[in-house]
């Protein structure tokens, strides 16, 4: 058994939607579980449907809603034939969508944003996987829905769920593997799951690369694919740097690194999962499935040109002491204290005698929330606007090229990774 994951890039139209087909029937042979994301910017207009309902203007979030419903109703129109049996049942399945999320939005927000973003904006994966699996169906690929939901079981850790790894192997086993008895096919969710109190989670953005690593470690899949629009991982941002290279090899440990120091083809917690089981990882291209794309496993890889991330919106928020007394043990601390009580997590930290730095790129209002706190202890100064470069396997050309008639604010190097944060052009 495989697992395919397609991301929101993948199906954001009609013509990519009819490439995924194609895809999934050149592997008709072959069991596969398939997470699929919200399609193209769905998950940003569920986000804004979450702020407007947030802030009581209820109006704004039904017409906001409204206006997804229309989009997705008119891709099933356009994808399944109107009046037949798959388009009714694939209605009917968009129709308790809707009533899900149009049954929150007339009541009254009582708890926090948090947990109402995670129920209002769960729903762009499952409209996504509900249209797509209909579609399907239409074409001759039969297959299973299956609502991520069910499955995957978190804490109440809105926006971040932790997964309850003892009870979701439970369900897995219970409910996923059997499905393959009668169906070569199963179609289902990234990015979601719930509480044991029914109430939807999100495993935080771009979570569904993490998903599927889930699906993969706990139903021993033979391999993971991601599928996305890149030949495969590259040592730079093809849209940003003109000599951008392929790379055909890459080991856990090495996309752990990128991952967590900003790359965008891979979620951070990905990898884990896999590695636990030496599960490979295929990055491929959806436009073009003929290439064989990077492979990632547990093997060493030498030779890596440089790889370089580049990380837009970033703050720099600078502590020093009041009294200009040492950034000591007790300082540190109480700053560390800080950090986790308000779940910030900075991409880059530096400690001097009496101050300490630290770069962040997350949600504004966590990093705005820990800032009043530290500013009771210390003396506070923020910067905005600025990006991190990070140079894995760098050289000294490189370094030069890069950093060329840039302010440099804060670096660091290691023997492996070098990082200039500077304020942004």
Known sequence: MKVFKFGGASIQDTERIQNVKNILRSHHHEQIIVIISAMGKTTNALEKVAESFYKGERENALQLFGNIKTDHLALLDALVTSGTEIHTATLDRLGDHFTEIEWLLHDTPKRDHDYYYDQIVCCGELLSTTIISGYLQAEGLSNT????????????????????????????????APLFASVNLVITQGFIGTTPQNESTTLGREGSDYSAAVFANMLDAESLTIWKDVE??????????????????????????????????????????????????????????????????????????????????????????????????????????????????????????????????????????????????????????????????????????????????????SPETAQFLFQQP
């Not at 752990?256 to 295929?282: D, S």
């Not at 009496?354 to 770069?359: L, R, S, T, Y």
């Open 145 to 176: 829905w299956l609502d991520a939901r069910d499955i995957i079981c978190t804490d109440d850790s809105f926006r971040e769920g932790i997964i309850d790894w003892g009870l979701t192997k439970q369900r897995m086993s219970a409910n996923v």
């Open 232 to 413: 495969g991982i590259m040592n730079a941002d093809p849209k940003k740097y003109e000599k951008a290279i392929f790379i055909e090899k890459m080991s856990y440990k090495e996309v752990i690194e990128l991952a967590y120091h900003g790359a965008q083809v891979i979620h951070p917690k990905t990898i884990k999962p896999l590695q636990n089981k030496n599960i490979p990882l295929h990055v491929r291209c959806f436009v073009k499935p003929e290439l064989k794309g990077t492979v990632i496993n547990g093997e060493t890889v030498s030779n890596l040109p440089p790889i370089i991330i580049a990380k837009e919106d970033q703050l720099l928020v600078s502590m020093r002491t009041k009294d200009f007394s040492l950034m000591g043990e007790p300082g540190i601390c109480e700053l560390y204290k800080l950090l986790a009580n308000h779940k910030v997590k900075p991409v880059l930290t530096q400690h001097e005698a009496v101050g300490f730095h630290c770069c962040y790129g997350g949600r504004i209002e966590k990093i705005q929330r820990f800032i009043e706190d530290a500013a009771r202890i210390f003396d506070v100064q923020v910067q905005k606007d600025l990006t991190l470069l990070t140079v894995r396997h760098y050289n000294d050309e490189i370094l030069a090229e890069l950093s060329a008639d840039k302010s440099i604010l804060l670096k660091q190097r």
